[in-house]
């Protein structure tokens, strides 16, 4: 999906509507994996919110990029599987179509779940089906992933880690989205 789409698509809403349903009217901490050019920050401040909010992605660019457009957040270039944050520092953690580009889901979900004080948001674009399909694909500076996961496992892993995850697919012209909203288990 171009990036003007991914900017634009209805995920965002639903995604935005219920962090304001749980936050709004008071500051809350939202940690986002995966950023590129910051389109989830815009969109959480579009919506009014009192977020502090904290950005990571893998690449140096994009983080330098929201830096400069930025400034009044937090950037820092990491890997979701790999998060430099103690257990339960947000209330929010949020992953939009990131999962899919990871050669496996399994240690960045559990990484979310972590560092999440609440709530776990995660968009997929690959909305997971039968049969699971992982697809390498060579680029100019080395390779990336574009997988399709099984919804089985991958909702299950969900389940092990939340007390409640809600599902929701939103249709679009080009491409539909799946989220899922998932509220942390209390240890
Ligand atoms: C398709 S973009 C999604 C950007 C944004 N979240 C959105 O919804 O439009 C995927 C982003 O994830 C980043 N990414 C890929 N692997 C990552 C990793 N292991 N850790 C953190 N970010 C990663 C890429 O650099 C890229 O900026």
Same mark, same amino acid.
């Given at each position: 999906?171009?990036?003007?789409?991914?900017?634009?698509?209805? @995920?965002?809403?639903?995604?935005?509507?219920?962090?304001?349903?749980?936050?709004?009217?008071?500051?809350?901490?939202?940690?986002?994996?995966?950023?590129? @050019?910051?389109?989830?920050?815009?969109?959480?401040?579009?919506?009014?919110?009192?977020?502090?909010?904290?950005?990571?992605?893998?690449?140096?660019?994009?983080?330098?990029?929201?830096?400069?457009?930025?400034?009044?957040?937090?950037?820092?270039?990491? @890997?979701?599987?790999?998060?430099?944050?103690?257990?339960?520092?947000?209330?929010?953690?949020?992953?939009?179509?990131?999962?899919?580009?990871?050669?496996?889901?399994?240690?960045?979900?559990?990484?979310?779940?972590?560092?999440?004080?609440?709530?776990?948001?995660?968009?997929?674009?690959?909305?997971?089906?039968?049969?699971?399909?992982?697809?390498?694909?060579?680029?100019?500076? *080395?390779?990336?992933?574009?997988?399709?996961?099984?919804? *089985?496992? #991958?909702?299950?892993?969900?389940? @092990?880690?939340?007390?409640?995850?809600?599902?929701?697919?939103?249709?679009?012209?080009?491409?539909?989205?799946?989220?899922? #909203?998932?509220?942390?288990?209390?240890?």
């Amino acid at each position: 999906m171009s990036e003007g789409r991914r900017a634009e698509h209805p @995920s965002h809403a639903v995604v935005t509507e219920r962090i304001a349903a749980l936050y709004s009217g008071a500051p809350f901490e939202l940690l986002d994996c995966g950023v590129l @050019s910051g389109v989830t920050y815009h969109h959480l401040l579009q919506a009014g919110l009192e977020v502090d909010y904290t950005g990571i992605d893998i690449g140096e660019a994009a983080i330098a990029d929201c830096r400069k457009l930025h400034p009044g957040a937090r950037w820092e270039q990491m @890997s979701v599987a790999d998060l430099a944050f103690p257990e339960g520092s947000f209330d929010v953690v949020n992953c939009r179509h990131v999962l899919e580009s990871l050669p496996y889901y399994e240690t960045a979900v559990r990484e979310l779940f972590r560092v999440a004080r609440r709530t776990v948001a995660i968009c997929m674009f690959q909305v997971p089906r039968e049969p699971e399909a992982l697809l390498r694909r060579e680029t100019a500076n *080395g390779y990336i992933w574009l997988n399709r996961y099984a919804p *089985g496992p #991958f909702e299950a892993l969900l389940h @092990s880690l939340s007390e409640s995850v809600e599902i929701i697919d939103v249709p679009a012209d080009h491409r539909r989205n799946r989220v899922y #909203f998932c509220t942390k288990r209390s240890a």
